[in-house]
């Protein structure tokens, strides 16, 4: 559609009165001098690179872009024609030679800078023949900004000297500050076109992004790119599962980085349980106000291995799903209170396990088995005994309902799972109990999450004391592959490496988590991981030499170097440093003495309430009458009046209480003590010295 010329002219003026984008993020006034341009106030000053090293290194840049600074980098990248370049670079070559060949027929020294040149023109004529490489004009220009001249001197002094370090040398665009500050501007323009001859590999290693991000928009900070500052940020739920893995030393800071994500994670709404061998996540629990179930033979608290779940979707929901897991899950179990079994004891277990439900009415067909109190440890043996074939088998389980272990695996469960955080301390068991007591944590912790999902964490420390044994390992093998259907993230810490990757469960379940950290590592174990996680010479020397806090972090197909880091308050709670654990707990003693202290002296100055008697009210409105308001106060609750006890206090209405206030004489003097005869004598208002004439 054609317009008329009136309505160009409408539209001209239209567009006229438009803000635009420029007028938003142009400068209000620009003065531009020699060697810099003043925006708003602001100092700015670009600078070209005019010389290169013959060898350059990756990452050179990076060191420039993390300096902590206001700058604009630009690049520009021009292709050359190579068959302009070759036809050059054979006349160079032959130039070369015959200078060289000069100066050895005269018995001239040889020049090393001529032979090298040489030697990398024919290099480089060979590559570009071969198609292995390319040519390129490349110009780089940077700006920077200070608030004022001072400031813009000191940054250009620590930038010269980073890229100096690489044999990379700059110069101020001096009298063209205007042309050289408009090419780092966002426009693609170049308009200093000064520019220098690099094929493809030195080119390569320019570009500015050499590491790989971790940033989401959501999640929670675990730490700082070691490369490039970043943070790291992201929300493990949102892989395609949220299971994780820790490996490293004792002393790298696992449990400091786990309880850290825990803390965090919690402010999320994510409930999380723990099993804790060392009793490292105390202070943690008692800070967040969660749950610490300490399990041990002197404990009161107990687990019943035999209780059910409710029936959940899928095939759990089945009539007899829920009954026939828990067999299986059971059966594990007591072949690690057992021992290996031969097939014929392996059958008769299967089938006492049943019996005894089928003792308490559990059965295969019973609808809603969960609803109906499940059998204990005690109607197991009492079952095997009474079996043939099985009197071996209840005679080594009858320590765990009458010998030295009874008791912990032998009662009903008294333990609630209602808190946001609920911790199992197995560190008071035996070293040979450990691994019975988490796979009966964790399979009442699947039992909980199975029949009620909901977003959740489960911390496994010193996961190997389960990878040691089979069955417990397949257990935990199980756990790892069905968690996500249950939103459910499993973490798995360990420092023992080869106990745990050399189990057939091991790298199974190193393969079933999205998410790794690699913390620092010892030579011995360090080859493993290189072959387990494919890990360069670079990142197995970083790991080697990290300190604490330092490692890779892999979340699925991306790894980055990272540094935990924890503010002041939550280092405070997670810290496991001993230096830092006895700090804090005389701290919280020094404390307790000294509320101690305040709470004594506040009850030395308080009265005792029998020695209070209550003094008449006629008393205490004379006193009051007699001083000033605050006066009268502070000696009615210092100085209290005594009477006699026999002297009740007057039930009177308002004429008569005033009438006995203006003839206080109807008191014995011996009733009042010296203080409150002196006001009566001194201080007395005048009707009350009236009163005391008239009844004179």
Known sequence: MQLTQEEREALKHYEQGIQKTLDLIAPAGMQVRRNEIILNNLYSRTYFIHNWPSYIFPNWLSPTINYDAEMDISQFIY?????AIMKMLRKKVAEMRSSIRMLEQRGVVRDP???A???????????????????????????????????????????ESLLSGKLVLMKPAMFQMEHAWTSTLPFG?????????????PLSTSFPFTSSDLTDDHGILYGINR???????????????ANSTVFATSGAGKSF??????????????DVFVIDPENEYVELSKTVGGTYIPLSLQSSFCINPFDLPKAVRGDDANVGEVLRSAAINLHGLFKLMLGELNPSEDSILDRAILDTYALKGIKLDTENPETIEPPTLHDLVDVLGTTDGGENMAKTLSKYTEGSYAGIFNKKTNVELDNQMVVFQIRDLEESLRPIAMYIALNFLWNRIRSDMKKRLLVIDEAWNLMQHEDSAKFLYGLVKRARKYYLGITTITQDVEDFVNSPYGKPIVTNAQMTLLLKQSPTVVDNLQKLFYLTDGEKYLLLNSDVGQGLLFAGNKHVAIQIVASPDEEKIITTNPEEVLKRSDD?????????????????????????????EVVKEAVNEAKPKEEATKVTKETPVKTPETIEEPVVED???????????????????????????TESTKPKKESSKEDE
Request: charged residues 40%; aromatic residues 6%.
């Open 113 to 115: 800078q001529l032979e």
């Open 655 to 681: 004429e008569a209480k005033e009438e006995i206030i203006d003839k206080p004489s109807v008191l014995p003097d011996q009733d009042i003590d010296e203080k409150s005869k002196e006001l009566y004598s």
């Open 117 to 159: 040149a040489l030697t990398d023109a024919e290099e480089l004529r060979d590559l570009l023949a071969r198609g292995q490489e390319k040519l390129y004009q490349f110009g780089m220009y940077i700006t920077i900004y200070g608030d004022d001249e001072e400031k813009l001197k000191k940054m250009e002094t620590d930038i």
């Open 189 to 201: 323009i170049d308009e200093l076109e000064i520019c220098r001859n690099m094929n493809t590999s």
């Open 227 to 241: 490369h490039n500052e970043s943070l790291v940020i992201f929300d493990r739920f949102d892989m395609a599962n």
């Open 79 to 83: 292709p050359v024609s190579n068959k």
């Open 588 to 616: 919280q003693k020094e404390m307790k003495k000294n509320v101690d202290k305040e709470v004594k002296a506040e009850e030395t100055d308080l009265v005792k309430p029998e020695e209070v008697k209550e003094e008449p």
């Open 257 to 270: 980085t786990v309880k850290l994500e825990i803390l965090r994670s919690m402010m999320f709404g994510t």
